[in-house]
């Protein structure tokens, strides 16, 4: 009898663990930051960065 | 042996109809607030963009922007610049929340914002900051 309890709990307890760990559709949202940076940005679908260099000016020299 | 066939399968069981509910589609990102947003960012993009190239501003680790180096402005946009980065960080936020509530799940905001975070850094031009454990990086 006291096994079926302990059973039970567990029934009810795993997927509860589970379910947190992969509810979040870490994939889709991903997909869709891209969808969204890429519209923001105005890239080109599944563009990397332009290899481009950062313009005429040195900039990088820290002040101090 | 018996009692030991029933709980393993009984796990299964579990396991298996915990990952049916998880089988979730697409993120909806086309809601009006959604939009709203992109375009307001969109919009924003060409007078921040100079910014990111000088070093000025950088890519946080929380998915929002921030002042590495106020000298790198030119002295003249030099009053302009928090506002406009706490204009653009006020919409990502908002964006964040949005997509997680627009899809049902205020409780994903956070980690949309991560997700967010580690794609703005992955498209970002060569010789943009980004924020990382030990500090600023270019990339």
Redesign the interface.
């Known amino acids: 009898m006291k096994?079926i309890g302990i059973?039970g709990v567990?029934?009810l307890l795993?997927?509860a663990c589970?379910?947190i760990n992969?509810?979040?559709?870490?994939a889709?949202?991903?997909?869709?930051?891209?969808?969204?940076?890429?519209?923001?940005?105005?890239?080109k679908p599944g563009?990397?960065?332009?290899?481009?260099?950062?313009?005429s000016?040195p900039?990088?020299a820290?002040?101090r | 042996m018996k009692?030991l066939i029933?709980?393993v399968s009984?796990?299964a069981a579990?396991?298996l109809?915990?990952?049916w509910?998880?089988a979730?589609?697409?993120?909806e990102?086309n809601t009006p607030a959604?939009s709203a947003i992109?375009n307001s960012?969109?919009a924003r993009?060409n007078q921040l963009s100079?910014h990111y190239?000088?070093?000025?501003i950088g890519l946080t680790t929380d998915g929002l922007v921030a002042v590495r180096?106020a000298?790198?402005v030119p002295l003249k946009e030099r009053g302009g610049i928090n506002s406009l980065v706490a204009a653009e960080n006020s919409d990502r936020n908002a964006?964040y929340k949005e997509?997680a509530a627009g899809n049902g799940h205020p409780e994903?905001a956070d980690?949309?914002r991560s997700?967010?975070a580690g794609?703005?850094v992955?498209?970002?031009?060569?010789?943009w900051y980004y924020q990382s454990a030990g500090g600023w990086v270019?990339?």
Do not use: C
């Open positions: 096994k059973i567990l029934v795993i997927p589970v379910t992969i509810y979040f559709p870490a889709a949202a991903e997909k869709a930051a891209d969808k969204i940076i890429d519209e923001v940005w105005q890239l563009e990397e960065p332009p290899a481009k260099p950062s313009g000016k900039a990088d820290p002040a | 009692k029933t709980i009984m796990l579990t396991l109809s915990s990952s509910v998880s979730a589609a697409d993120l990102v959604i992109k960012m969109q993009h100079p190239s000088s070093g000025a180096d000298t790198a964006l997509i994903w980690e949309i997700t967010f794609r703005w992955d498209k970002a031009q060569n010789g270019k990339k």
